[in-house]
């Protein structure tokens, strides 16, 4: 969409039932509580409304640094059970997340391989992310989103989400060399940040421990970023601002892409 000379890319999912998951996760669900017609005021005016009803990792959506932890710590060595209340995690929780509004670099892997999309269950690696970052510089507190054009299969959930024949994603290597780079954040197209590798599902998170218990960089999945690969993007001023539930370990955001341009 344009708006007053700027190009605005939409990077978010839609959200419905039946919509592509993590089978780890309670699906999305939403239902009308109220139809028009139900409830007729005196003045003639009548309301729906809805009941909404899902997990924090489900369509596009940033992981909080509680989300994951190994060997029994979360980041920074915190142990889960001193932050852990009946209202969710009272520290690094998902509305411990400052709102992003800066520097996002696009690495198109897919472009690198001649590809629309990466084949399923393929591993990204170091030299994937070297060839797709040629001419471009990834600077401390970046964003940094990997292309693997796996959005373009959104609409197949049996194959996007990769429980047979695997899913695109950086393995250990990849990640360190991301990491390595002090990005504020990372993310991606697929249902996790990662690898993964034909028939293990999630099996291991690796890349996850990476970013989340080792680096504190948070994550994003679940980008809907094929239009921004189509038009050739590679930097961009990145809105990213998940939902502030308090004490969760992830929430939906609707990531924003803004770059400068005439309506041709």
Do not use: K
Request: aromatic letters at 6%; proline letters at 8%.
């Amino acid at each position: 969409m344009w708006q007053d000379g700027l190009r605005v890319y939409d990077l978010a999912q839609p959200m419905r039932r039946g919509m592509p998951q993590s089978p780890n996760h309670p699906p999305f669900r939403m239902l009308l509580e109220r139809r028009h017609g139900d409830v007729v005021r005196a003045d003639g005016g009548s309301a729906a409304n809805e009941l909404i009803v899902t997990g924090g990792h489900v369509g596009t959506h940033v992981d909080a640094l509680a989300h994951v932890s190994h060997d029994g710590l979360l980041y920074g060595g915190a142990d889960p059970a001193d932050l852990t209340t009946n209202d969710g995690f009272s520290s690094l929780g998902i509305d411990s997340f400052d709102p992003y509004v800066g520097r996002c670099v696009l690495l198109d892997v897919a472009r690198v391989h001649g590809a629309d999309f990466l084949p399923p269950g393929y591993e990204v690696s170091v030299a994937d992310l070297e060839a797709a970052a040629e001419g471009v510089e990834i600077r401390a507190g970046d964003a940094v989103l990997i292309g693997t054009g796996w959005s373009r299969v959104w609409h197949d959930p049996g194959r996007f989400t990769g429980q047979t024949a695997g899913v695109p994603g950086p393995g250990v290597e990849a990640g360190r060399w991301l990491a390595e780079r002090r990005p504020r954040v990372v993310g991606g197209e697929t249902i996790a940040f990662e690898h993964i590798a034909p028939e293990r599902g999630h099996a291991a998170l690796p890349v996850h421990r990476i970013m989340l218990v080792e680096s504190g960089i948070n994550i994003v999945e679940t980008m809907r970023l094929h239009e921004l690969l189509d038009a050739g993007v590679h930097e961009f001023l990145l809105v990213l601002n998940p939902l502030p539930i308090v004490g969760a370990t992830g929430a939906p955001v609707r990531p924003l892409a803004v770059l400068p341009g005439e309506r041709a």
